[in-house]
């Protein structure tokens, strides 16, 4: 348990930290072209309890495309580790990352240089699960929204979990060094596939003006989504589900739960998850239910049981203004 609230500890500081304007390079858009630049550098925790770039430490820069069907990129590290393997990594908040995504694995020379390129089908960036992408909830230094980029050390991420998995650190003189580098800056990628798509949910009932919208990914491994809703009954707490509608949704019917949370003091309520489904959201099949494409509801936790749907009270529900369809691609 002390090692989890350290590690805790160490990434909400690390999701605070600003680099120095003067060690940052030149961030961002190359001119008017389709490629930005990101630096990367090491950081540690001092025994003031304040993270900083390591003088003298190793890092990075990343050059990589703004937008397309693949987030295209190269990065070059230095003064790394020798001999080492390292992930260079798109990590979501919160910790542990879940549904972060490894971009590229690399082995660092005997002088501790390494180059790691590729092309990835990351959709955009950051993911709508990433508490980045929002003002509300960025964890960001200066409270900018984006996409977090990490060069780790291989055994410390799960690529195929999608997690970060342990938290390196070593005692130096300073303070603790992390053998990674961090980000100095958020990104931005914008994927012109197009497989971000939006849903709206309303109580269509009892006229409380309660309604929510789902961001969620077309196609993927993984149903990666964000949930925000209004107008909710604080304390409540609510599931996100997906219904599978044969007829009678009053029927003890099972559910696929996607996430859960108490609803805020002021009725709001934000869920952010990355899904193995294990199969596609598609029409139900049922004639009868009027929906083309797969049903999404909120509902209050306490009307699911071991076998679905409980109860029938839809006063208290959120239901879709239309069927989505989401291609699970390892299925």
Same mark, same amino acid.
């Given at each position: 348990?002390?090692?989890?609230?350290?590690?805790?500890?160490?990434?909400?500081?690390?999701?605070?930290?600003?680099?120095?304007? $003067?060690? !940052?390079?030149?961030?961002?858009?190359?001119?008017?072209?389709?490629?930005?630049?990101?630096?990367?550098?090491?950081?540690?925790?001092?025994?003031?309890?304040?993270?900083?770039? /390591?003088?003298?430490? =190793?890092?990075?820069?990343?050059? @990589?495309?703004? &937008?397309?069907?693949?987030?295209?990129?190269?990065?070059?590290?230095?003064?790394?580790?020798?001999?080492?393997?390292?992930?260079?990594?798109?990590?979501?908040?919160?910790?542990?990352?879940?549904?972060?995504?490894?971009?590229?694995?690399?082995?660092?020379? =005997?002088?501790?240089? $390494?180059?790691?390129?590729?092309?990835?089908?990351?959709?955009?960036?950051?993911?709508?699960?990433?508490?980045?992408?929002?003002?509300?909830?960025?964890? /960001? @230094?200066?409270?900018?929204?984006?996409?977090?980029?990490?060069?780790?050390?291989?055994?410390?991420?799960?690529?195929? !979990?999608?997690?970060?998995? !342990?938290?390196?650190? %070593?005692?130096?003189?300073?303070?603790?060094?992390?053998?990674?580098?961090?980000?100095?800056?958020?990104?931005?990628?914008?994927?012109?596939?197009?497989?971000?798509?939006?849903?709206?949910?309303?109580?269509?009932?009892?006229?409380?003006?309660?309604?929510?919208?789902?961001?969620?990914?077309?196609?993927?491994?993984?149903?990666?989504?964000?949930?925000? =809703?209004?107008?909710? $009954?604080?304390?409540?707490?609510? %599931?996100?589900?997906?219904?599978?509608?044969?007829?009678?949704?009053?029927? @003890?019917?099972?559910?696929?739960?996607?996430?859960?949370? !108490?609803?805020?003091?002021?009725?709001?309520?934000?869920?952010?998850? &990355?899904?193995?489904?294990?199969?596609?959201? $598609?029409?139900?099949?049922?004639?009868?239910?009027?929906?083309?494409?797969?049903?999404?509801?909120?509902?209050?936790? &306490?009307?699911?049981?071991?076998?679905?749907?409980?109860?029938?009270?839809?006063?208290?529900?959120?239901?879709?203004?239309?069927?989505?369809? @989401?291609?699970?691609?390892?299925?």
């Amino acid at each position: 348990m002390r090692k989890l609230i350290a590690i805790a500890v160490a990434i909400a500081f690390v999701s605070v930290l600003g680099v120095p304007a $003067v060690l !940052a390079g030149n961030n961002g858009q190359a001119g008017k072209s389709n490629t930005a630049h990101l630096y990367l550098y090491q950081k540690y925790l001092a025994l003031d309890g304040k993270w900083a770039v /390591y003088p003298g430490g =190793a890092w990075g820069k990343m050059t @990589y495309s703004m &937008s397309g069907t693949d987030l295209n990129f190269v990065m070059n590290g230095h003064d790394l580790a020798p001999e080492t393997d390292y992930t260079l990594i798109y990590y979501p908040d919160p910790w542990p990352g879940n549904g972060l995504m490894c971009l590229g694995t690399g082995t660092t020379d =005997a002088d501790g240089d $390494v180059t790691i390129e590729g092309m990835t089908d990351t959709g955009d960036l950051p993911a709508p699960y990433d508490m980045n992408a929002y003002a509300s909830t960025t964890t /960001y @230094y200066d409270g900018s929204t984006g996409a977090k980029i990490w060069l780790v050390l291989s055994s410390d991420v799960d690529c195929g !979990a999608r997690m970060m998995t !342990a938290w390196t650190t %070593t005692a130096v003189p300073e303070g603790n060094l992390v053998p990674y580098l961090f980000d100095s800056a958020l990104i931005k990628f914008d994927d012109t596939d197009y497989n971000v798509a939006m849903l709206n949910l309303a109580d269509k009932y009892s006229g409380s003006g309660a309604s929510g919208k789902l961001t969620y990914n077309l196609a993927g491994p993984t149903f990666d989504f964000a949930f925000d =809703a209004q107008g909710l $009954v604080p304390g409540n707490v609510y %599931t996100l589900v997906y219904f599978k509608d044969f007829g009678d949704p009053w029927n @003890y019917y099972p559910v696929t739960k996607l996430a859960s949370g !108490a609803a805020c003091s002021d009725g709001t309520l934000h869920l952010a998850v &990355s899904v193995d489904l294990g199969m596609d959201l $598609v029409d139900s099949g049922c004639p009868t239910d009027g929906v083309d494409g797969a049903k999404i509801w909120l509902v209050t936790s &306490s009307d699911i049981g071991v076998s679905g749907i409980l109860s029938w009270p839809p006063s208290l529900w959120l239901w879709e203004d239309h069927g989505i369809f @989401y291609d699970d691609t390892d299925v």
